[in-house]
């Protein structure tokens, strides 16, 4: 595994290695041979979609099955479909899932191995910056409704996880920034493992790292979120700091943006609003701009944005349950923030 670093997700008896760096995608016969289950796994379903264009060596017998290109794939017709593909092949407990592509994949794979047969291992090699740094690791797996984004799901944990950087290369500029979106966040996660990964780098800021070590850093950062709090009982809420602008301007669906583009333009919100809210100084909303800034990522709001529109749905929430709940900045770093005045968070959308 030379060139790959590895970062453990502790959870117990359920921890696993991330493994990053160009090339990382071989290390899956390995994987597949020596860790996933006792013995080895003895056969493999790689999940992928036409548009990812990866090929990978299980090392093991296998089938691929591609699921549609999209969003759209993300649905629970999906999870049906290929858990019969799964009992066509004769699946079995022995054997593993091994999603092959970016969020998409990671989560609806990951849905399927959770539930069919009640749970079988998985595997994921993330194709995308976004995959890769965030949905491929920390277990959440699910699909959408109509009535909202991953209402159902479940958390299970991988058994591995392979970054390959080399596959970045070739992503499209615009999936690239939509990670670069995500990325941001991880700037004003902290805690320990931020504090030991700069520290160990001697640089000061993530954006100084090579790309390995980024991905590496944030990996960790998640990981030992995820580690304190995998079920989302409190701590790994922070990960979804400014996302909930983010989820409004999805949900109104006319905005042609990427998730992790409007995760840039929710983060720099966030930081207006914890800057009316007194939480923050003006300093703090410029380092905010300034990171964003760094990764050439746009945070205006997109023309034909109905500020109505958007407070009405913040409230539309459904995960959220104190009112219009928001991960805000603080003097303590980030915090969960329920019951959010509402015209403080019109006033900042007109400061937008
Ligand atoms: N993407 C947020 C989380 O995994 O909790």
């Not at 770093?333 to 937008?352: F, I, K």
Request: aromatic share 4%; charged share 25%; glycine share 12%.
């Amino acid at each position: 595994m030379s060139g790959t670093i590895r970062v453990d997700v502790s959870l117990g008896d359920r921890s696993y290695p991330v493994l990053v760096g160009a090339g990382a995608r071989r290390e899956l016969a390995p994987i597949l041979r020596d860790t996933v289950v006792t013995g080895g796994a003895r056969r493999a379903a790689v999940v992928t979609q036409a548009g990812i264009g990866l090929e990978v060596d299980p090392g093991i017998p296998f089938e691929t099955f591609t699921i549609p290109d999209g969003e759209h794939a993300k649905e629970l017709g999906t999870i049906g479909e290929l858990c019969s593909e799964f009992a066509r092949m004769g699946l079995t407990r022995r054997d593993v899932v091994v999603g092959v592509g970016g969020g998409v994949v990671t989560d609806v794979a990951g849905f399927a191995a959770a539930v069919y047969h009640r749970g079988v291992a998985v595997v994921h090699v993330a194709t995308t910056l976004l995959g890769q740094i965030d949905a491929a690791v920390g277990g959440k797996t699910g699909v959408n409704l109509a009535e909202g984004k991953n209402l159902v799901g479940a958390f299970w944990q991988p058994a591995a996880v392979l970054c390959d950087t080399e596959v970045l290369d070739t992503l499209p500029e615009r999936e690239l920034r939509a990670g670069l979106g995500e990325l941001a966040k991880y700037h004003f996660i902290g805690g320990s493992a931020a504090e030991h990964w700069l520290s160990s780098t001697g640089k000061n800021d993530l954006s100084a790292l090579p790309i390995d070590e980024r991905v590496a850093a944030c990996v960790a950062i998640k990981a030992e979120v995820v580690s304190s709090d995998e079920t989302e009982g409190g701590r790994r809420a922070l990960l979804n700091y400014g996302h909930t602008l983010a989820h409004a301007l999805e949900i109104a669906e006319r905005f042609d943006l990427r998730h992790g583009e409007a995760v840039a333009i929710g983060l720099r919100y966030a930081a207006l609003v914890a800057r009316m809210m007194g939480r923050i100084d003006d300093q703090r909303v410029a380092e905010h701009e300034l990171v964003l800034e760094a990764y050439g990522l746009d945070t205006a709001l997109p023309p034909g944005v109905d500020h109505d529109e958007i407070i009405e749905l913040f409230g539309r929430d459904k995960k959220a349950t104190d009112g219009i709940t928001f991960v805000l900045d603080g003097p303590n770093g980030l915090e969960m923030v329920p019951n959010v005045d509402p015209s403080v968070l019109r006033s900042a959308l007109e400061r937008m």
